[in-house]
Structures are given as structure tokens and as C-alpha cells.
């Protein structure tokens, strides 16, 4: 696993490729914390840039939290429904 302070180097990359990397972003981060995707795409990236992060424990209640909070930017992987 690559550590934290690898991420920084990687970062231009990352928010090239998938979107979103700014601090007027926000997130809905609720696959599970040990999710890589989730690790990147939520965490890393907004404590990068100062993006917002609103955490959704439950996966019944991501379309209300989607609604609620109107993420700028959205991560969905296959399988994950």
C-alpha cells in the first residue's frame, strides 16, 4: 500500500484523470473506509485541497445524503450497488 506522503506527488494526475480537486468541492463519501477509491477520491484528495467531505454510513441513506449535500463531484465504482 502506498503511504500518505506519496499521495501529493500523485495528486495533478489523479485530478486530471477523475475530476474534481478544488476547495469549492464537496463529497459524499460513503463507500468503506478501507475502499482505496474511497481513500483517494474522499479523504486524500479533499484534505489536499480543501474540498469538503460529508461522511454517509449507511448506503440506504446515500440518495438522501446526495440530495441533502449536492456533491460537485461523485465516485461510483462497479459492483458497489
Known sequence: MAE???Y???????????????????VVSYLPDAHAANHW???YLSMLTGGEITT????????GAL???RPTVF???PGCG
Open 4 to 6: 500518505f506522503r506519496t
Open 8 to 26: 501529493p506527488r500523485s495528486y495533478p494526475h489523479l485530478a486530471k484523470s477523475f475530476g474534481g480537486g478544488s476547495p469549492a468541492d464537496k
Open 41 to 43: 477520491f474522499a479523504h
Open 56 to 63: 454517509c454510513p449507511d448506503p440506504r441513506q446515500v440518495a
Open 67 to 69: 440530495t441533502e449535500v
Open 75 to 77: 465516485l461510483a465504482c
